[in-house]
């Protein structure tokens, strides 16, 4: 995090002295960018949660439920009907613990996948990976 500066006086680099090396630092410790670093908090890392894709969302899902000894359970709501204009969607409630989160969508399986994402996004419960790192963390204070 610091920067060298040499200095030599013109006498010296003729007389083939060594030069003298001076050290600078930043303000902050190591272990303090060490703890920026690795810091995790109630916001949860952007990769894991912004970034999937609605087919692997029930995947990651049934991940964080057996990681937290869960179970999801879908209970469908409304099905939509072929002939009806009024029921044109599917309703779909999931409970994953003790919450609960509902998906609107045209087919069940989509619904269900909006479900999903909206309890990823917004769950309480962590993953295997953030509970590891929250452990560390906790362990080296």
Not at 67 to 96: H, I, M
Request: glycine share 4%; charged share 20%.
């Amino acid at each position: 995090a610091g920067a060298n500066y040499a200095a030599q006086p013109p006498a010296a680099a003729a007389a083939g002295i060594k030069t003298q090396t001076f050290v600078t630092s930043s303000n902050t410790t190591l272990k303090q960018e060490v703890q920026e670093a690795q810091m995790i908090g109630p916001v949860k890392p952007g990769p894991n949660t912004t970034n999937i894709e609605p087919a692997k969302a029930l995947l990651k899902l049934h991940e964080l439920a057996i990681s937290n000894k869960l179970v999801e359970r879908f209970t469908k709501l409304q099905e939509a009907v072929a002939g009806d204009p009024n029921q044109t969607e599917c309703v779909v409630k999931l409970d994953f613990g003790t919450e609960t989160y509902e998906g609107r969508a045209t087919t069940l399986k989509i619904a269900k996948q909006i479900a999903a994402l909206q309890a990823l996004a917004n769950t309480k419960y962590q993953s295997s990976k953030e509970k590891k790192l929250t452990m560390f963390n906790t362990a080296r204070r």
